[in-house]
């Protein structure tokens, strides 16, 4: 009797299947989150660049506060526009004669991850710099 019931097959295809639907879930969740990375690492590279450019058209020698200012409003506007999953942190500026290098740092919220499982861990810091020229 015992022999009978190992040598039947019938349902095994579905339990293979149901141990395999959460491995396949979790491999599209990992990928999807790969996605909203490269997604967040674009935009603060455009963000970046967006600074950049309203810095080096502004007047940094006769007001590099508001120069600054203006630059981070910039970034910070493209950061805002992206989604939740991005949340600006600061923006540096290291000004050296005409030439500047322009950094833009910010959060990205992990998706699939939540903050009350894993707590500070769910959110990603990094940032992006550029370096141009102020214009005349």
């Known amino acids: ?3 009978s019931v190992i040598k039947n097959e019938q349902g095994s295809a579905t339990i293979e299947f149901l141990s395999m ?3 396949v879930l979790l491999v599209m969740l990992l990928f999807w ?3 909203v990375a490269g997604y967040a690492v674009i935009i603060t590279q455009s ?3 967006e600074a950049a450019k309203v810095y080096s058209a502004a007047d ?3 007001s590099p506060a508001s120069a600054k200012a203006a630059a ?3 970034a910070r506007k493209v950061i805002n526009h992206s989604g939740k999953n991005l949340e600006f942190e600061n923006l540096s500026t290291n000004l050296t004669g005409r030439d500047f290098t322009m950094t833009v740092k910010v959060n990205m ?3 699939f991850i939540p903050k009350d499982i894993v707590g500070t861990l769910s959110q990603v810091t990094f940032s992006k710099s550029i370096n141009g020229r102020v214009m005349d």
């Open 47 to 49: 963000a970046a660049n």
């Open 72 to 74: 981070e409003e910039a």
């Open 1 to 3: 009797m015992k022999k």
């Open 21 to 23: 639907v959460p491995l």
């Open 33 to 35: 989150q790969f996605l």
């Open 60 to 62: 940094v020698n006769s």
């Open 109 to 111: 919220n992990l998706l």
